[in-house]
């Protein structure tokens, strides 16, 4: 089994940054990619960016290129995703996902292990 949690998440104000934590936990060696993704209200789950556990592989939805950075700590158990220059339409809940399986991080059906999400607002 393997736990993630997520954090950072808040309130901030239009091209203010802000960074996310996913805590991976459990069976963590059996981990292939961990993943972020989003869902506003009224909205369906979207993706927006995952790296792979081990390697240096990262993938990004496009709104999230140029702004948004997947990084990892040298336990490779925390996975980080910096979001930059926020804008409204950023308002969500963002998830961490966990996948074990080789399967294709951009997709939603590919994660096993989902966290709670933490709230991100973007208001001036």
């Known amino acids: 089994q393997v736990q993630v949690l997520e954090s950072g998440g808040g309130t901030v104000q239009p091209g203010d940054s802000l960074r996310l934590s996913c805590n991976s936990s459990?069976?963590?060696?059996?981990?292939?990619?961990l993943g972020w993704f989003r869902q506003a209200p009224g909205k369906g789950r979207e993706f927006v960016a995952a790296?792979?556990?081990?390697?240096?592989?990262?993938y990004y939805a496009k709104f999230a290129e140029g702004r948004f950075t997947v990084s990892k700590d040298s336990t490779k158990t925390i996975q980080y995703l910096q979001m930059d220059s926020l804008s409204a339409e950023d308002t969500a809940v963002y998830y961490c996902?966990?996948?074990?399986?080789?399967?294709?991080?951009?997709?939603?059906?590919?994660?096993?292990?989902w966290g709670q999400g933490t709230q991100v607002t973007v208001s001036s």
């Open positions: 996902a966990a996948v074990t399986t080789h399967s294709d991080p951009r997709l939603i059906d590919s994660y096993e292990y």
């Open positions: 459990g069976r963590t060696d059996d981990i292939f990619a």
């Open positions: 790296g792979h556990r081990l390697g240096f592989s990262t």
